[in-house]
């Protein structure tokens, strides 16, 4: 399984999938999340610029911060370490900030 290079992803690379369904693979299960925001973060030595992802998953047990795999139909397969944040609306909320 190749994995996508993470410096080489921008905020528009995802802005057009706002909303739009992801898959976190978990040690024992498939998590759907759900690509609740995406934000600027700031200036960085990244090109384009920092920038944050805020996903909705299933409410429940928290999964534990930690870098998981994480599959979108367009974006491919990206190691990214979520952070558990706390209640998003209806859901358990997790953020990933590229700087």
């Known amino acids: 399984m190749t994995t996508v290079d993470l410096a080489k992803l921008h905020i528009d690379d995802f802005t057009p999938h706002q909303g739009a369904e992801f898959e976190m693979q978990a040690a024992d299960r498939i998590v759907a999340l ?3 925001r995406v934000e600027p973060a700031g200036n960085s ?3 384009g ?6 996903f909705a998953g ?4 928290w999964l534990p911060q930690a870098i998981y795999p994480v599959r979108h139909p367009a974006l491919g397969v990206m190691e990214i370490f979520l ?3 706390g209640p998003l ?4 909320g997790y953020q990933a900030i590229f700087t």
């Open 83 to 85: 952070v558990p944040i």
């Open 89 to 92: 609306a209806d859901a358990n």
């Open 49 to 54: 610029g920092a920038f944050s992802l805020l």
């Open 45 to 47: 030595g990244r090109p």
């Open 58 to 61: 299933p409410k429940g047990a």
């Open 34 to 36: 759900k690509l609740a």
